[in-house]
């Protein structure tokens, strides 16, 4: 919404100097000022159909799944990432993650873990719905 008002004031302030183009005996102000317009218009839609299409098709920032994975690597207790993704539905981002921790935990343990991950994807990445599962680390996979 802010970027509409945003290109509506320079919409506004565009035929408002064409005008006064216009009536100052500066025609070519008035073409310019319309093409100025136009191309305001056209980068306002652009804008629009890109974000509404990532939206529309579930789509999510690549790089804010790579920091998101590379944070969650930093845990001492995670082994591995395995998998991270993310969509987003209305204003909310939902991430699902797979995690790779040590075989021997017990649930108590492993869920410390995921309400770790948890508190700080809401912290650092402002995600407040993620769905973590938790895999166990066998060294072939590593």
């Known amino acids: 919404a802010a970027k509409d008002n945003l290109s509506d004031a320079l919409v506004s302030i565009g035929v408002f100097i064409g005008i006064i183009g216009a009536q100052s005996g500066i025609s070519w102000l008035d073409p310019l000022a ?26 999510f920032d690549e790089e804010q799944l790579q920091r998101i994975q590379r944070s969650i690597s930093k845990d001492a207790e995670v ?18 993650i797979t995690i790779l921790v ?23 990445h402002d995600i407040t719905h993620a769905h973590i599962h938790i ?6 996979q590593g």
């Open 34 to 59: 319309g093409m100025l317009v136009g191309l305001i218009i056209c980068k306002t839609a652009w804008d629009i159909f890109k974000d509404s299409t990532i939206t529309l098709t579930d789509g």
């Open 79 to 96: 082994k591995e990432v395995l998998d991270v993704k993310g969509r987003v539905h209305g204003n909310q981002a939902l991430i699902e």
């Open 102 to 124: 040590d075989p021997t935990l017990n649930v108590e343990e492993s869920h410390k873990i995921t309400e770790r991950i948890e508190y700080y994807l809401d912290k650092k």
């Open 135 to 140: 895999e166990p680390y066998t060294e072939k």
